[in-house]
């Protein structure tokens, strides 16, 4: 028995999860009046709703004496105190200290991080108000109109979620894109409409390792230097940000030009750093500052609140409880504010790069089920695709709403439909309707017996669909970075009491290194690499019909 199943409040919760799949959240809504006010939380940045949860006052008590027996609050404190909490890669686990602005906040081995970063901070405004202002040229003495950033997960996808998150904010001086998919495609359509006098490009690797990145950045740099006719043209049209210097400059970028990124900052939490560039390029310096005090208010938020009013936590714990102890697999991620519309593909890696994972800090494989798989799209569109399954499958899949009470772009009478459905869904995923209520409907609208024999069944909504509501006041840079900071320290604390360690991903590598073999076998070289017989064959298919091409 793993030392997490044996705790007393672990067994306990197994056993009250039992009693809890017996109960339906309608009634507990029926017999508690006061169960919002008990289940919710007022934060700046938004209102936390999670009393559509398949939970009582016993099971919240339950959860936050596993958190306690999980140590979690310790566990908290290591993380702040940088500690080496990563440890497969023996590192600290420091994003926190990216979005602190108060000076000597932060050591760590005897080194004042707060200075580096308000060092990286201060090279970040001035090479941003030069692009922003034109004073920056390119080779041909022209302003920059257009950045591309190369990079891919964290490098990626924190980054243009919320340029797409925030474009509203932004004055467009500048018009910032983003380069993720060695696929071809992707760059050459980003490049096809841009001039290579005006581009400048970002090449955004914490390693400068990565093989699709290295790709499209030797694309680019082909790119305009074909323009240019002149090597010495990359030194005004490249930066790089990247924790392998060495890497960067051997790839062509002037050392002035290189952007630094640390060990201590994980690349699915590295926004708030020099790989937020693209966003302080488009919004402004001083907007980009804003963000990072918003994921400081929350820093803050989870650091001081007690466990039982402390919103990462509850999420974390309710993750768990919803996943471990009551047995779902997925959770989806409803935004329903457009600018949100990236919100999901980066959480995906947020929390399945984290704590997609099958064994404990020990190593030994764990016997219960972690984390569920992440999904989910655009609310609106996503009623119109998927949600009668949320509604009537035989999987329940815990979901969060989030939107906002205002809409940054206001057009008359879209906004309140909008937040009718975000409102409605919830109460009906709760809810349900059963089969009386069903049978009572048909007959008012004057439908046979027959038909209501035949039809009732299909219409039944069980409910109990367990809904957490995050609803922002608007999408700004400071509520942005509230809530991606909230999530953050939700995957944090679902790793503790998991027992997962979150901030390594060596599943993703096994694939990267048989990728490199591969692909020496694609460009025509014997291999001595022996695959599986379907693996060799599709190599061959593959081959044969490019031969004939
Ligand atoms: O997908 C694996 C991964 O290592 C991610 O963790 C990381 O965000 C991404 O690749 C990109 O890595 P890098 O910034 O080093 O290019």
Redesign the pocket.
Known sequence: MSARTSLASWKYLQAHAKQMKQQHMRTLFSDNDNRFNEFSLKLPAFLFDYSKNLITADTMQGLFGLARDCELEQWREKMFAGERINTTEDRSVLHVALRDRTTKAFTLDGENLSDKVNQALTQIKSFTDKVRTGQWKGYSGKRITDVVNI???????GPQMVTEALKHYSDQSVSVHYVSNVDGTQIADVLRPLDPEKTLFII???????TE?MTNAQTAMKWLVTSAFDQNAVAKHFVAV?ANKENASAFGIEQQNIFDMWDWV???F?LWSA?GLPIAIDLGFDKFIELLEGAHEMDQHFKNAPLEQNAPVIMALLSLWNCTFLGSQSQAILPYDQPLHKLTAYLQ?AEM?SNGKSVNWQGEDVDYPTVPSIWGEIGINGQHAFYQYLHQSNNVVPADFIGSVQSVTPVQGHHDTLMANFFAQTEALMGGVDEQQVREDLKAKGRTAEYIDKVAPHKVHKGNRPTNTILLDQISPKSLGSLIALYEHKIFSQGILLQICSFD?WG?ELG?GLANKIQQELSGEESAQIHDSSTTELIKYYKSIKAKK
């Open positions: 990079g891919v997960g964290g490098s990626n996808l955004s690797s914490k390693t400068f390792t990565t990145t990247s994980g690349g699915r590295s790989i890696q790069e991903q993703v990267k």
